[in-house]
């Protein structure tokens, strides 16, 4: 089985537990900050196309297509399309949606004006191939905004290891649940040590590969978490907190 297949597989069994995660999200502050965050940064236009790279249960495209603008949401499992078409039928929400690898695309070049991409870019087996396919389709002066985190890091530094245990054990003894939680634990973890991204220093590397595949005025934001988590949230992820990386073609 190629990785490629057994990412697809894990997330398909994954779908309901995210689509109860954004439930939370859509009733909380996080729909209106998550909104104001990803506006601020797209070109100042008053109709975007936007494309929404793992739209997973359809968080940006309910919320970004209710400020009036035109979202295509993909995601490679199917599952996770089911959930999104339900998720937005309950919110009267209208957007394109999409099985397709994010890796390979299906649109004509200069498609979008704006490419949105929220805790996808860890779980892809070649990443560097996918954001050179972002380029393609975006339009000149088109944007695109990452937002990920080093979710396993610690795996493969010794330091960061021993921090995490100790935040990990201090987690579960004020909460009652431990730092990642999945359906699938064990293969969750397996597969965490495989993904390519796993290792890697960001979001210094995604800065690097955008550059050179011709992306400018690139930028990073490591404070984002502030602006979209809850207090407990930014506790949990601590030790892993997200960044946004972001760049115009």
């Given amino acids: 089985m190629s990785l490629n297949i057994r990412i697809k597989n894990y997330w398909e069994g994954e779908a309901q537990g995210y689509s109860e995660f954004i439930d939370n999200e859509l009733n909380g502050f996080e729909r209106k900050a998550w909104s104001d965050l990803v506006l601020e940064h797209a070109p100042s236009k008053d109709s975007l196309d936007i494309l929404d790279i793992g739209t997973g249960p359809g968080f940006f495209p309910i919320v970004l297509s209710q400020g009036g603008h035109n979202v295509t949401g993909i995601d490679l ?96 003894e004020k909460y009652g649940y431990p730092v990642h939680r999945h359906k699938d634990q064990a293969e969750g973890e397996a597969l965490s040590r495989k993904l390519f991204m796993s290792d890697k220093v960001r979001p210094q590397w995604d800065l690097d590969l955008m550059l050179k595949l011709g992306f400018s005025k690139v930028f990073a934001d490591t404070s984002v978490g502030e602006r979209i988590l809850n207090e407990q949230q930014q506790d949990i992820n601590s030790m892993h907190p997200p960044f946004l990386v972001g760049g115009e073609k």
């Fill in 77 to 172: 499992t199917e599952n996770m399309i089911e959930f999104a078409r339900l998720n937005l039928a309950r919110e009267g929400a209208s957007a394109k949606l999409m099985t397709m690898d994010c890796q390979d695309l299906k649109f004509p070049d200069n498609s979008f004006d704006l490419l949105v991409c929220r805790n996808l870019t860890w779980t892809l087996d070649d990443p560097a191939r996918s954001y050179q396919e972002w380029h393609r389709v975006l339009r000149p002066g088109g944007r695109i905004l990452v937002f990920d985190a080093c979710w396993y890091l610690h795996l493969f530094d010794e330091n960061m290891k021993i921090a995490y245990e100790k935040k990990e054990k201090e987690i579960l």
